[in-house]
């Protein structure tokens, strides 16, 4: 799958956006059309809302991963 621009979508970074910050079901999140996703960010305020055909630049997208890094799987929440 790729996106507008042409570019191989980051699953990664959007399953840490969809699951983490969101905290959406893993089978909501595979329900979802990569425009819903956006959506639902833009709603939650965690991506800018930026038009019909906006995505998330790279600059923004490592400003969430700062804000909410993974946790490590042996660190308590």
């Known amino acids: 799958m790729t996106s507008r ?3 191989a979508l980051a699953w990664t970074e959007l ?9 959406l079901a893993p089978e909501v999140f595979w329900a979802m059309t990569p425009v819903e996703l956006q959506r639902a960010l833009e709603g939650a305020g965690i991506l800018a809302v930026g038009g019909a055909g906006s995505w998330m630049e790279r600059a923004a997208l490592e400003g969430l991963m700062a804000r909410f890094p993974d946790q490590d799987k042996g660190s308590k929440a």
């Open 5 to 7: 621009q042409g570019e």
């Open 15 to 23: 399953m840490r956006l969809g699951l983490g910050a969101l905290r």
